[in-house]
């Protein structure tokens, strides 16, 4: 069963942007998690976290790296959450992975392991 579709991944210069997007299929289990998330691994590397968001789009929680140049954002009508990537620096690149989980601390919501429900992924690549 499929929880989490994802799209928007592609291949871009440095400087330029992307806009990818993970929606809930209706009628799946996703559709009651509160905190939704994207997450990346890059080649060689383990999945890291990007950025969470809070059921209502109130609260929000970036990753070091990607603060001032990534903004999540989610539209509950829709059942679909967003990510927009700008000034994109070859060291974005990799799989990007988005996630949906109830994690009891906004402190946990950078963990992998506060995540019950994961799309397939869509590429990112970012050219020099």
């Known amino acids: 069963q499929v929880h989490l579709v994802e799209s928007g991944g592609g291949l871009v210069q440095a400087g330029g942007s992307l806009r990818l997007s993970c929606t809930a299929p209706?009628?799946?289990?996703?559709?009651?998690?509160?905190?939704m998330a994207w997450f990346r691994r890059g080649p060689g590397k383990e999945r890291e976290f990007v950025a969470a968001i809070s059921r209502t789009g109130g609260a929000t929680y970036n990753e070091d790296s990607v603060k001032g140049r990534f903004i999540i954002s989610r539209d509950n009508l829709k059942n679909t959450i967003y990510l927009q990537m700008n000034t994109l620096e070859p060291a974005d690149t990799g799989t990007y992975y988005c996630?949906?989980?109830?994690?009891?601390?906004?402190?946990?919501?950078?963990?992998?392991?506060?995540?019950?429900?994961w799309g397939q992924g869509t590429q990112v690549t970012v050219s020099s």
């Open positions: 996630a949906a989980g109830d994690p009891h601390y906004s402190t946990d919501w950078d963990s992998v392991y506060e995540y019950e429900y």
């Open positions: 209706p009628r799946t289990r996703t559709a009651g998690r509160p905190v």
